[in-house]
């Protein structure tokens, strides 16, 4: 059966690509959120992942609002990068691994959950940003499956059903039959309005609260409904809810690998994370 090594989540800003592009990651401004990473890159290279199964949101790129689907699932054997208009570069496809996709697909169907089946599928910056962080080589050294999770358009999922997604999720990929090792990635948030009065909305006391609770009681932010996370984050930090799936998937132990924190990297207050199943 296939093993989950671990999760990992950070957040997918899109100025952090011009960053990497530029080579500036050691300035002032970008150091303290780059500085998060070697230890990550160190215990990657000890877990040796083959798959990364990702938990991110779409901004447009693929979905729109006239076709919003609440949970996607990629099917693909390849995933196509595509020009967002942020000027950060496009990056060469991501291979998918179709095997897993529809195993995962079969099982999260099986337990009720009604998803989109994506056989081709376009990744904007909250999928492709992750990877450049966590693997920065020219190429992606993983396998893929991305996740898309809705967070733009109401109605949104839960943060309790986004949880047991992920959860669902983590079993099916238990479940099948290779001898890979996959890790799960969260991407998006933390604390972050973008727009309205609240523009600039940080929140780090329920950041750090919530960051501490994937550790020790994971289904604390299960809670709070998702307009309440609106009020406590704003409202782009529901994308939280990838990091709360990421989790549900890694089952009931895990231990701390690593973790950063830092505000504010274009108003978004930037979290990552590393944990490590037991």
Request: net charge negative.
């Amino acid at each position: 059966m296939a093993h989950i090594v671990g999760g990992l989540a950070s957040s997918h800003i899109p100025s952090i690509g011009g960053a990497i592009a530029k080579g500036i990651q050691q300035d002032p401004y970008w150091k303290p959120f780059f500085d998060g990473f070697p230890p990550i890159h160190d215990w990657l290279g000890k877990v040796k992942p083959d798959v990364a199964v990702v938990f991110y949101n779409d901004h447009g790129l693929n979905f729109f609002l006239d076709k919003m689907p609440t949970f996607a699932v990629g099917a693909a054997a390849q995933y196509n990068n595509a020009d967002e208009g942020w000027g950060i570069p496009t990056l060469p496809p991501f291979k998918g691994t179709p095997d897993l996709s529809w195993h995962i697909i079969n099982e999260l169907v099986e337990k009720e959950f009604d998803v989109v089946t994506c056989q081709e599928m376009l990744v904007d910056h909250a999928f492709t940003l992750p990877f450049k962080l966590f693997w920065p080589g020219d190429a992606c050294p993983v396998l893929t499956v991305p996740i898309c999770i809705n967070t733009v358009q109401f109605p949104l999922p839960s943060a309790k059903r986004c949880y047991n997604l992920g959860k669902a999720v983590g079993d099916a990929i238990r479940s099948w039959d290779s001898d890979l090792n996959v890790v799960i990635l969260g991407t998006g948030g933390l604390s972050h309005q973008l727009d309205g009065e609240r523009a600039g909305h940080i929140n780090k006391a329920f950041d750090l609260e919530f960051m501490d609770s994937l550790q020790k009681n994971p289904e604390w932010a299960t809670q709070f409904s998702i307009h309440e996370l609106v009020e406590k984050t704003g409202t782009q930090g529901v994308e939280l809810v990838m990091w709360l799936a990421m989790r549900g998937a890694l089952g009931e132990h895990v231990k701390p690998v690593h973790q950063n924190y830092h505000i504010p990297i274009s108003n978004t207050a930037t979290g990552v994370m590393a944990l490590a199943t037991e």
